[in-house]
């Protein structure tokens, strides 16, 4: 077919084709793993392949780790990191296959790539291959953004670097709308800034009163708290950018390959290639001395968070029958030295007993 | 213009999914048929408790060729039973089956109540009392140490601070000149917070070290080792040992918060033993008083212990008769590789045979080169740290 017409017609019947053959096979897996709440014990019908996928994923989790086999920590762990890793290889292959039509056709360029792919789909890949956890952030952004509600009826003169942050946003908007990622994290800068000068300024001021020692240990944990969702976006941002000019290096290595006639012949070879070539371009990213420090940075805004939280409990918990922290450490400590001093008096301690 | 591949791509995802399917149903039933993923099973008894700490002597089932006892040292971090991880690949029932008397050194998990517990009670306490009981149960004046990663570390160490009780020095795989930036562990701790991370945890957690080890190479660690599972699970022999190795990679014991904070701060970032000026106690630490023979073994292909950061001990001991070995291999191929099993374990056991008398070397040539009584030693500089490529999913 020298025609990109009739590839195209040829590619579209074929995926219909496919798709009813694995709506099919889906159905008769879904049979294999009844659900019980489900009408008949069967699960309801499904839409398009990504669908009939998390219908499969869901179906087999629930088969095999819900109840029955399944029950033992082992399979339980092992079965979850695998299937884990799978969906990231699904999410891999739906943010590929438009990527490899494009590439077909030749309408591919590499600087429309980025149209092309589903920025989200990206994220949630390497989301898994790194553990992020969105639900993090999102809490730490709750919390700031109660306390601007909390703050902003008195907070009016504040108002001029916001307004200054919203001019400078209008103008990245444009690169927004391109998903160029360094947009994004000029327009979270400039809110940052805005928020460090204004509502982050509140974070120091002297505390009065009889419960200052709470008040300024509770305001420093806020800011403890911007500063590290502040250098955790900075973060995921050499994350993703990295991300991109490794998908940059596949993308450019597949079309080098597809012009010899050497393309992959399964999607697995291009997972080998992703792999492969990510792991390279993050492992030059890591090896930076500007990464190492940016890395020691994070974990260091990670620990005063962490740190902050736990005298702040024990500020809460002082008042209860509680051994607090600090004071089961001056234990430890004593038990410690006794030990030792123990250890010292007595020798060489003997053998075990036979 | 390969017209059919987007279509025979999907075909072949869907066939994939198929195939994904069955491995997993089928794989899911191999998996409820193992009750426990056996590790370390050489027979062994408990011979010393102190604390947390465990020192096992090894049952020799042969005859003892070798007189001097080897106490094996492993690493604080991750389990000592890498060196028995399953039995056909094995070092310590290889060198059992070489006539070596093996003890071994169980650290146990230390818990908040260890948080104060620092190098100094490592090396001149725990170490220092087990080396003196296996010196008392073989009445010999002085043992074989052999250290692993950390472990050689604390066996260098220990073996210049009481250089009268180490009759012959192993190190393998372990970290000595820490000013390299080779590996990423060493280029990431220069940055690291030492203090807030131990006045934080007090006991560093395992997962928390864990997280910096699957972040050397995220997507093999994290994603194709999972994927490549499904190659084997439907085997059983082969899916235990997939199972075992996984089991050691997540076994990892929390750090010590006092020992780890001295480490870091003296070793990783101010490459004090190197220099001459670490202090363990109130003893301060001179490689040159290292002079019993030494074994000094790196992996080639290490991303977590670069050979140039092993490779300089031999340069700064005292010893005349050391020895450098260089293994074809990563950090974890030192211990469960066929190479391990067929040259490593022989080639240890063949130069403890030969130092095993009062001193002298049994069938050497006097004015031999102590590298060359290895077959296998080399002082060939090995190629650079490649990063990425040809790294194994199993590798650490």
Redesign the interface.
């Known amino acids: 077919?020298?025609n990109t017409r009739q590839?195209f017609d040829?590619?579209l019947q074929?995926?219909g084709r496919?798709l009813e053959?694995?709506m099919d096979?889906t159905r008769k897996?879904q049979e294999?793993f009844r659900f019980p709440g489900a009408a008949g014990g069967v699960m309801p019908p499904l839409g398009g392949f990504p669908d009939g996928?998390a219908s499969?994923l869901s179906a087999?989790q629930k088969a095999?780790l819900g109840t029955g086999?399944?029950d033992?920590d082992?399979?339980r762990e092992?079965?979850s990191?695998?299937?884990?890793?799978?969906n990231?290889?699904q999410m891999l292959?739906e943010m590929w296959?438009p990527l490899?039509?494009a590439i077909?056709e030749k309408t591919f360029s590499p600087d429309s790539y980025m149209d092309m792919i589903d920025p989200k789909k990206y994220k949630e890949a390497l989301d898994?291959?790194?553990?992020f956890d969105p639900e993090i952030v999102s809490q730490g952004a709750m919390q700031a953004s109660k306390l601007f509600e909390a703050l902003t009826g008195s907070a009016q003169e504040f108002m001029k670097p916001w307004v200054e942050a919203s001019m400078k946003n209008v103008k990245t908007i444009p690169l927004l709308m391109e998903g160029k990622p360094n947009a994004y994290m000029q327009a979270y800068n400039n809110l940052f800034n805005a928020f460090d000068s204004t509502f982050g300024r509140v974070f120091h001021v002297p505390p009065v009163g009889k419960d200052r020692e709470k008040v300024k240990m509770l305001l420093g944990s806020f800011d403890d708290l911007s500063v590290y969702l502040a250098k955790y976006t900075e973060y995921q941002h050499t994350m993703y950018v990295t991300g991109l000019a490794a998908l940059e290096k596949v993308i450019a290595s597949v079309t080098e390959k597809?012009n010899k006639?050497e393309?992959?012949?399964?999607?697995?070879e291009?997972?080998?290639l992703?792999?492969?070539v990510?792991?390279?371009t993050?492992?030059?990213l890591?090896?930076s001395?500007a990464f190492?420090?940016l890395?020691?940075?994070l974990?260091?805004a990670a620990?005063?968070v962490?740190?902050h939280n736990?005298k702040l409990m024990e500020l809460y918990l002082y008042d209860y029958p509680i051994a607090l922290r600090s004071e089961?450490?001056d234990l430890?400590?004593t038990?410690?030295d006794l030990?030792?001093r123990l250890?010292s008096l007595e020798g060489?301690?003997g053998?075990?007993a036979? | 213009?390969?017209?059919?591949?987007?279509?025979?791509?999907?075909?072949?995802?869907?066939k994939?999914?198929?195939d994904?399917?069955t491995k997993?149903?089928k794989?899911?039933?191999v998996?409820?048929k193992?009750d426990d993923?056996d590790v370390g099973t050489a027979p062994k008894?408990?011979?010393?408790?102190?604390?947390k700490l465990q020192l096992y002597h090894y049952t020799q089932e042969g005859p003892v060729t070798c007189t001097t006892p080897v106490l094996i040292v492993y690493a604080l971090v991750n389990r000592q039973y890498m060196l028995d991880l399953q039995p056909d690949k094995s070092v310590v029932r290889n060198l059992l089956q070489h006539g070596h008397d093996l003890y071994i050194i169980d650290w146990g998990y230390p818990t908040?109540?260890d948080?104060?517990?620092s190098l100094d009670?490592y090396i001149n306490?725990y170490l220092h009392?087990c080396v003196?009981?296996v010196r008392k149960?073989s009445g010999k004046d002085k043992i074989n140490l052999m250290g692993i990663c950390q472990g050689g570390t604390f066996c260098a160490i220990y073996s210049a601070l009481y250089p009268e009780k180490v009759k012959n020095l192993m190190t393998l795989v372990a970290p000595f000149d820490f000013s390299t930036?080779d590996g990423?562990l060493f280029?990431?701790s220069?940055?690291?917070?030492v203090d807030?991370?131990v006045?934080?945890y007090?006991i560093v957690p395992g997962d928390f070290l864990n997280?910096g080890y699957?972040?050397?190479?995220?997507?093999?660690l994290?994603?194709?080792?999972?994927?490549d599972?499904?190659d084997v699970?439907e085997d059983k022999h082969k899916l235990l040992n997939f199972?075992r190795m996984?089991k050691w990679i997540f076994d990892s014991p929390g750090q010590a918060g006092e020992c780890l904070r001295q480490f870091l701060k003296d070793l990783y970032q101010e490459n004090k033993l190197v220099k001459g000026e670490l202090k363990v106690g109130d003893k301060t630490v001179n490689l040159k008083n290292i002079t019993m023979p030494l074994l000094n073994i790196y992996a080639i292909a290490d991303h977590l212990v670069p050979p140039s950061a092993t490779k300089p001990l031999n340069d700064l001991v005292g010893s005349t008769d050391k020895a450098l070995y260089e293994f074809k291999g990563g950090h974890i191929g030192v211990f469960v590789g066929t190479k391990s099993q067929k040259e490593l374990a022989p080639a240890i056991s063949k130069w403890l045979h030969e130092r095993d008398g009062n001193g002298a070397l049994s069938g050497r040539v006097e004015d031999k080169k102590p590298e060359e009584s290895l077959e296998n030693a080399t002082r060939e500089t090995p190629r650079p740290q490649s990063?990425?490529?040809g790294?194994k999913s199993k590798r650490r």
């Open positions: 077919m020298e590839f040829g590619w074929s995926q496919i053959g694995i096979m897996y294999s996928y499969w087999i095999l086999a399944g033992s082992l399979v092992t079965l990191k695998t299937l884990s890793s799978s990231a290889y292959y296959n490899f039509k077909q898994r291959v790194f553990g597809c006639g393309d992959p012949k399964c999607f697995d291009f997972f080998d992703w792999v492969d990510s792991e390279d993050y492992y030059h890591f090896q001395a190492s420090k890395q020691g940075e974990l260091e620990l005063n962490r740190g736990f089961m450490d430890y400590k038990v410690y030990k030792k250890k060489q301690p053998e075990v036979a | 213009m390969n017209t059919t591949y987007t279509a025979n791509a999907f075909s072949n995802f869907v994939e999914l198929g994904v399917s997993l149903v794989g899911a039933e998996l409820t193992f993923i008894e408990l011979v010393y408790e102190e604390d908040k109540a948080m104060y517990t009670d306490g009392n003196n009981l149960r930036n990423l280029n990431w220069k940055n690291m917070n807030a991370m006045d934080t007090r997280a699957l972040m050397l190479m995220p997507f093999t994290n994603l194709r080792k999972y994927v599972m499904l699970i199972l996984e990063g990425g490529a790294r």
